[in-house]
Each structure stands twice: as structure tokens, then as C-alpha cells.
């Protein structure tokens, strides 16, 4: 591959004058990697002359044609061509479909990782099993907290969705006003979450939104989902109801979810044995960070 190498501040204006040229005045680039039309490989990249922002660095799992195949990534050769460029990475959540592709991505375009707590701990455990990847800074964002990132400014909204600390992002560009909404849940008895992401999603609505973003499985199906507390209920039902051992499963990062496992055995007497590679680290990184 040939990559183009800056190696002067002279030539790192020149490719901000050219990309000014190819830019209309006042506009943002946006470059999906994947994750649009399919499941997974969760890749978006928001650029202006300041630089590049990668939103997400997912992955996929290969179907049954990918024989030997553990993990599907986006194809990044236009990132890592444009790598002197690149300012950060902003993680909404931490599902396999949003972070599994981060640790062959970041050793050929390294920069700092910014992502919710949890998301940060889910990160720290996969780099551990690659031990190549290069030491980059990580920083926590939280909800109401902006931040700035070369001509973007974000600011973070705590959504609900199957894992917890999860976030949308809206994101103040030269173009206007970018809503990512991420992967989430309009859950009106949440489990976990103290604010409703509601009020300040209507705040950017009435402020004037350029460009939504907005992605959310099922949402073609009449009805709605049914709330967390709602499968916390009948988990304790379940539980209550049933004598001798319980076989359960669930996604390994659903930490509400576990949670909810974890009080009804306290409730009715039970011992829990976590069984599962996945979920043993998930709740081993949970509880180390206080989400269990």
C-alpha cells in the first residue's frame, strides 16, 4: 500500500488548502466505513480542513461463507492514507459491532480513544489481548459534558440501549448541527440511567438539527419495545416460580440484565455461576468498575 507520508508543516497545510478546494465553503465530509445496510462494522468518519474524527470502529461476524474468518472490518485504506490527519476516536457504546475493530484498525492510524467509562474498560480489556497495539491516551466523556476535537464540538447524551453508558452524540460542525443518536432505547421506566435523554433531544430539535443520524433496530415494526424493568420483572417471576437450577442466557454485555440475574439469586437463596468467556470478562470488568 502506498501511503502518503507528511513529514513537513509545510505539506500538512498544503493537504488542509486542498482539501479547502475540494470542500464546499461551510461543509463537513461524512465517510461511513460500514455499519449502513447491514449489521455491524460500525465506522463513521466526520471531516473538515481541522481534521479527521472517527465515530465508532466496529466490527462483524462472519457468516457461514467466511470459513476461518473470526472478525469482518471495515476497509480503512482511506483512513490510514489520511492518518497524520486524524484527531481521535468517539465511541457511542460498547458493543463488539462498535469497538471489536479497534484493535486491528489503531496500530495503522493511532490516536486518542474517547468513550463513556464503561465502554473505556470494555476497550482496555480487548487491547490486553492484542499486545502490539501502540499506547494511545484514553479519555472519559460523560453525558452534559462537552468537549472539542479540532472544528467539532461534542456534546454527549446518556441513552439507553442493551449495555450501559451508552451515549448519543451531538456534534457542532461548520455545516451546522450533527445529532448521532447511536444505537438506543426510548425507555420510559429505564433501568440504571437517573435522566431522561428526552428534554435535551428536543433541545437540539427546537435548536435546529442539519443532519440526523439515527439508528435503532425494529424501528419499521408497529408497537414499541418492551422497558427493561419490564424483563427485570420476569426475570424475579421466573425465579420465584421455578425450584431447582435455572439455565439463563443474554447478551454478555447486557449489565443491566446481569444485574437483574444477580438480585433475584440474592432474592430467592441462589447461588449464580457466571459460565461463558465473554461474560466472565464482561463481569469482571463491571464489577472492578462498580457497575455490578
Known amino acids: 500500500m502506498n501511503v502518503d507520508t507528511i513529514r513537513t508543516a509545510g505539506e500538512l497545510q498544503e493537504r488542509k488548502e486542498t482539501l479547502e478546494r475540494e470542500l464546499p465553503p461551510g461543509a463537513v465530509a461524512l465517510t461511513f466505513l460500514g455499519g449502513v445496510g447491514e449489521f455491524g462494522k460500525n465506522m463513521l468518519l466526520l471531516e473538515d480542513p481541522s481534521g479527521i474524527v472517527v465515530v465508532d470502529c466496529g466490527q462483524a461476524f462472519p457468516d457461514d461463507l467466511l470459513l476461518g474468518v473470526d472478525s469482518v472490518i471495515p476497509e480503512t485504506s482511506y483512513l490510514e492514507a489520511h492518518a497524520d490527519r486524524l484527531l481521535a476516536y468517539v465511541f457511542t457504546h460498547g458493543h463488539e459491532d462498535h469497538i471489536g475493530a479497534l484493535p486491528y484498525i489503531l496500530p495503522r492510524a493511532p490516536a486518542p480513544v474517547y468513550a463513556s467509562r464503561l465502554t473505556l474498560g470494555f476497550i482496555d480489556g480487548k487491547l490486553r489481548e ?14 452534559g459534558r462537552s468537549f472539542a476535537l479540532g472544528g467539532f464540538e461534542f456534546e454527549p447524551v446518556a441513552v439507553s440501549h442493551s449495555t450501559a453508558d451508552s451515549l448519543a452524540l451531538a456534534v457542532s460542525t461548520r455545516a451546522g448541527l450533527i445529532l448521532h443518536t447511536g444505537d438506543f432505547k426510548l425507555d420510559p ?13 428536543r433541545h437540539f430539535g427546537k435548536k435546529g438539527v442539519r443532519l440526523l443520524l439515527s439508528d435503532s433496530t425494529n424501528a419499521e415494526l408497529p408497537g414499541r419495545s418492551p422497558s427493561e424493568a419490564a424483563a427485570r420483572q420476569g426475570i424475579f417471576e421466573a425465579f420465584r416460580g421455578t425450584r431447582g437450577r435455572i439455565i439463563l442466557t443474554t447478551f454478555a454485555s447486557h449489565i443491566h440484565r446481569i444485574q437483574g440475574v444477580i438480585d433475584a439469586c440474592e432474592e430467592t437463596g441462589r447461588s449464580l455461576v457466571v459460565s461463558g468467556r465473554a461474560v466472565e470478562r464482561t463481569v469482571r470488568i463491571a464489577r472492578e468498575l462498580g457497575y455490578l
Do not use: Y
Not at 130 to 143: D, L, S, Y
Not at 191 to 198: A, K, Y
Open 130 to 143: 492484542f499486545p502490539e497495539t501502540p499506547e494511545v491516551e484514553r479519555v472519559e466523556i460523560k453525558g
Open 189 to 201: 421506566t429505564p433501568v440504571g440511567r437517573r435522566r431522561d435523554p428526552l428534554p435535551r433531544l
